[in-house]
T-cell receptor, first 111, second 112 residues
Framework: QKEVEQNSGPLSVPEGAIASLNCTYSDRVSQSFFWYRQYSGKSPELIMSIYSNGDKEDGRFTAQLNKASQYVSLLIRDSQPSDSATYLCAVREAGANNLFFGTGTRLTVIP | DVKVTQSSRYLVKRTGEKVFLECVQDMDHENMFWYRQDPGLGLRLIYFSYDVKMKEKGDIPEGYSVSREKKERFSLILESASTNQTSMYLC???????????FGPGTRLTVT
């Protein structure tokens, strides 16, 4: 059984701080990694994808991937109250069409 | 922009009824997926389809069936709804390479 683990939180950070969200996965052949944001009562929205080791930046978001250690993280700089949501990590193994999702980390940004 | 739509946002059905949930995507994606999401359990894959008339069971297919007669449309069928099928149902689609999935708005189904 492939596993994607996330700390369920809640993670609370003050407005303007850096929020750090972590995800570990069990399958060494996992190839693609995604972060989704889900507001309460809404569906998941893709915010970042990363496929190779290292950092990928998009605005205030940075995804970090370390395949040797089997973890992927998401940094949110200058956190805003509108970033308060649950963040889902998802991984895809090579050759597969489906994704495996973690249960999510709930982030609260305090004004 | 990718658009995935679902037939209903909220649905209330009685135990034993046959329930149809429909999903349509407008980006010519090969893959389509049905998930359910419950508090503490995360997203669980029910079925997915990688082509018209093709389907694969996910992690929790029991009590469900699917239909994909056209590329853009993927239907989830609850043959005889039960109270333990009360949940948020999410449809998603992706390209044939199985990269990022795009989700519809979800259907919150209540079975009484």
């Amino acid at each position: 059984q492939k596993e994607v683990e996330q700390n369920s939180g809640p993670l609370s950070v003050p407005e303007g701080a850096i929020a750090s969200l972590n995800c570990t996965y069990s399958d060494r052949v996992s190839q693609s990694f995604f972060w989704y944001r889900q507001y309460s009562g809404k569906s998941p929205e893709l915010i970042m994808s990363i496929y190779s080791n290292g950092d990928k930046e998009d605005g205030r978001f940075t995804a970090q991937l370390n395949k040797a250690s089997q973890y992927v993280s998401l940094l949110i700089r200058d956190s805003q109250p509108s970033d308060s949501a649950t963040y889902l990590c998802a991984v895809r193994e090579a050759g597969a069409n489906n994704l495996f999702f973690g249960t999510g980390t709930r982030l609260t940004v305090i004004p | 922009d990718v658009k995935v739509t679902q037939s209903s946002r909220y649905l209330v059905k009685r135990t034993g009824e046959k329930v149809f949930l429909e999903c349509v995507q407008d980006m010519d994606h090969e893959n389509m997926f049905w998930y359910r999401q419950d508090p503490g359990l995360g997203l669980r894959l029910i079925y997915f389809s990688y082509d018209v008339k093709m389907k694969e069971k996910g992690d929790i297919p029991e009590g469900y069936s699917v239909s994909r007669e056209k590329k853009e449309r993927f239907s989830l069928i609850l043959e005889s709804a039960s109270t333990n099928q009360t949940s948020m149902y999410l449809c998603a689609s992706s390209t044939g390479q199985g990269r990022e999935q795009y989700f519809g708005p979800g259907t919150r189904l209540t079975v009484t």
